[in-house]
């Protein structure tokens, strides 16, 4: 069974820093592409960071370039999300998800994944 479980969510104060991680398995982690993803109350599920299965480009959601660093641990079948200068506005339950995006597709689509994990809380307030 091809599972996924992210942990490390918390509460923090703004300016701090958390670290997420997924755990895979039952499959290959480095074999598919890798999302981390966020869905804050009333509002849509957004793309925060992805590793591109066809081309193995990272990319980021401008909202957190330059804050949030997405990596990957093959040997330990694991993704980490790290997030810096944390703002209330990230605030939401973020999400791990895997799958196999087509060459030239982004893969900050959640659409172009199908396998999920059940998100981890993360709250920013002082």
């Known amino acids: 069974q091809l599972r996924v479980v992210e942990f490390g969510g918390g509460l923090v104060q703004p300016g701090e820093s958390l670290r997420l991680s997924c755990a895979a398995s039952?499959?290959?982690?480095?074999?598919?592409?890798i999302g981390w993803f966020r869905q804050a109350p009333g509002k849509e599920r957004e793309g925060v960071s992805c590793?591109?299965?066809?081309?193995?480009?990272?990319r980021y959601a401008d909202s957190v370039k330059g804050r949030f660093t997405i990596s990957r641990d093959n040997a330990k079948n694991r993704v980490f999300l790290e997030m810096k200068s944390l703002k209330p506005e990230d605030t939401a339950v973020y999400y791990c998800?895997?799958?196999?995006?087509?060459?030239?597709?982004?893969?900050?689509?959640?659409?172009?994944?199908?396998?999920w994990g059940q998100g981890t809380q993360v709250t920013v307030s002082s």
């Open positions: 039952g499959f290959i982690l480095e074999h598919y592409g």
């Open positions: 998800a895997t799958g196999l995006i087509p060459y030239g597709r982004t893969c900050l689509i959640p659409e172009e994944f199908d396998n």
């Open positions: 590793i591109n299965n066809s081309d193995g480009r990272t």
